[in-house]
Nanobody, 125 residues
Framework: QLQLVESGGGLVQLGGSLRVSCAAS????????ISWFRQAPGKEREWVSC????????QYADSVRGRFTSTRDNAENMVYLQMSGLKPEDTAVYYC??????????????????WGQGTRVTVSS
């Protein structure tokens, strides 16, 4: 069973950059579609980005496209979200989530079976 652990969150200034990581264990990462979601205080969970099993398909929400970059290293069982041009509205807890590779990229959180505990990102203005 896939297990996911996020890390790398923290406090960053407006316009700064940060990379959050997601370490996978328990199953080969290449068997899973991976998405990043985030949840800001008092708001619903929001989809950020999705990568197919071998990253041949990468999708981004309009709110982060051009500023965020998702990558994965299946051999190292790691997933990354590089964030730049950070804005206060990017402040949230960031989660990585996985679904079986036979599934497609989706923004629907209910389709993902495996979730990490989240890592908090705070952008100060």
């Amino acid at each position: 069973q896939l297990q996911l652990v996020e890390s790398g969150g923290g406090l960053v200034q407006l316009g700064g950059s940060l990379r959050v990581s997601c370490a996978a264990s328990g199953a080969p990462l290449g068997n899973y579609v991976i998405s990043w979601f985030r949840q800001a205080p008092g708001k619903e969970r929001e989809w950020v980005s999705c990568m197919s099993s071998f990253a041949n398909i990468i999708q981004y929400a309009d709110s982060v496209r051009g500023r965020f970059t998702s990558t994965r290293d299946n051999a190292e069982n790691m997933v990354y979200l590089q964030m730049s041009g950070l804005k206060p509205e990017d402040t949230a807890v960031y989660y990585c989530a996985g679904r079986g590779a036979f599934g497609e990229c989706s923004a629907r959180a209910t389709l993902y079976d495996y979730w990490g505990q989240g890592t908090r990102v705070t952008v100060s203005s």
